[in-house]
């Protein structure tokens, strides 16, 4: 199955059962407080699946799987038998309208939990946080950071993987803390370091926080040697072949895996002649070296990765997992952290101290799909919590249109003692509309610039 094929499917699973779950609490909640339930619709448009359950709920899967709702009896939208108006969602107390709304991304946010839960009793493998030797002046190199630590805790919380450790360093950057890191050092000793940073434009960028930092992965000292290949990548187009090791380009003799990328870098778009160690023979060809933006500078590339040994692979892993009671209040620690981080972010965007650049769409959710879904289930599930927290999340912004529009309007009634009028209401919605196209629209273009991008 082809790249795009697997993300598309990885994302179409995925909303189809977050948007299941959050409609279901709507759903549920509506039901169990007598408010009767006209239809309930995975997706918008022509109905490729329906069904008439026997309380005579009609329930379908819709042709545009983006999004969902629940149709309730509503004597706004139609009339209502006098038998049946009790059961109206017009006529109910605001505190049942407000559950009903407020189910949906409450389901999303439990969602999250059950899926975190089940990642930690699964276990979550990982990269263990050991760090590279840091750039001269970096915040990291100044606190004293060597290549080879391990970054145990970070303010007072575990990293036993990458992943945590960079999920704590964007926590500090909101909170605008230092770090406090309890380090293992290359001999076995351990250490409390305190790196101090500017956090002042570090979230312009979430994704470079730990490059400007200082903070990459360990790179441990690799041969010249080929490991995976891009399948149409300019190494495997010029016919080289995992377990080839490389001796020299252009008559340079190629020391080590390091000394290979930067020689490959320096030189983009270039034809180079290179000689190779396939077994017992030994051969010359020609390889054009690709080129790609990184940073704002051209550098080369060839779709290689280099091999690495089973031991020293195993070395370099990480997997933390809990018990079935224990990982249920980590799983609801997790969600959360992760919600309150994502309502900061999206804080400092309204504000313009988070550039609006860091807002994605549903390309670069379906690649993001894609890509855990080959690294395995525990890495699918963990997308889905995150996803789900953001669903939940976001359906909670007072914007008119969205779940949370319709709970300011329920705190406005409850206050005033009377619902705010019919054309107040109308347009409040029709601007909930605009805001709504126009964050789709931003989300939009940026994944298309992500996905142009040269």
């Not at 001796?247 to 002649?273: F, I, K, T, Y």
Request: charged share 15%.
């Amino acid at each position: 199955m082809s790249q795009v094929m697997s993300s598309l499917l990885a994302f179409i699973v995925a909303l189809a059962l977050l948007i299941a779950i959050h409609e279901w609490g709507h759903f549920w909640v509506a039901r169990r407080l007598g408010v009767k339930v006209l239809r309930f619709s995975i997706g918008f448009g022509r109905p490729l699946w329906r069904r008439i359950g026997r309380d005579g709920t009609e329930y379908r899967v819709a042709m545009i799987p983006l999004g969902g709702y629940v149709k309730m009896l509503d004597e706004r939208e139609g009339p209502v038998v006098p038998s049946e108006r009790q059961h109206a969602f017009n006529r109910q107390s605001v505190s049942v309208r407000a559950a009903i709304v407020s189910a949906g991304p409450i389901a999303n946010l439990l969602l999250a939990i059950a899926l975190y839960w089940l990642v930690l009793c699964l276990g979550v493998p990982g990269m263990r946080s050991l760090i590279d030797t840091p750039a001269p002046n970096t915040p990291a190199a100044v606190a004293g950071l060597e290549g080879g630590d391990e970054i145990l805790r970070v303010n007072d919380a575990s990293t036993p993987t990458w992943e945590q450790l960079g999920l704590r360093v964007v926590q500090a950057a909101l909170d605008d803390v230092p770090l406090e890191l309890q380090v293992r050092r290359a001999d076995g000793a351990e250490q409390t370091l305190i790196l101090d940073a500017d956090w002042s434009n570090a979230l312009d960028e979430p994704a470079r926080i730990n490059q400007d930092l200082g903070l990459a992965p360990y790179q441990p000292p690799l041969p010249a040697q080929l490991g995976a290949l891009q399948s149409d990548g300019p190494a495997a187009s010029a016919g080289l072949a995992p377990g080839d090791r490389i001796l020299a380009m252009d008559g340079r003799p190629v020391a080590d895996w390091a000394d290979w990328v930067n020689q490959v870098r320096a030189r983009p778009n270039e034809a180079v002649e290179i000689e190779i160690s396939s077994g017992d023979e030994t051969r010359r060809l020609t390889l054009r070296i690709g080129s790609r933006q990184q940073d704002g500078i051209r550098i080369g590339y060839v779709g290689a990765s280099p091999h690495v040994p089973q031991q020293l692979q195993e070395s370099l892993r990480a997997e933390y997992r809990y018990a079935p009671i224990a990982a249920l209040p980590v799983a609801v620690q997790r969600t959360w952290q992760m919600s309150v981080m994502t309502v900061r972010m999206l804080a400092r965007m309204a504000t313009g101290q988070l550039g609006l650049d860091n807002l994605s769409g549903p390309i670069n959710i379906a690649q993001y799909a894609g890509y855990s879904a080959q690294i395995g289930l525990v890495s699918y599930l963990g997308f889905l919590a995150v996803i789900s927290i953001s669903l939940g999340v976001l359906n909670l912004l007072p914007i008119p249109i969205l779940d949370g529009g319709h709970l300011a309007f329920y705190l406005m009634e409850g206050i005033r003692g009377k619902p705010l009028s019919e054309r107040v209401q109308h347009w409040g919605q029709q601007i909930g509309i605009i805001a709504l196209v126009l964050m789709m629209g931003l989300a939009f273009y940026n994944d298309l610039v992500r996905l142009f991008a040269p």
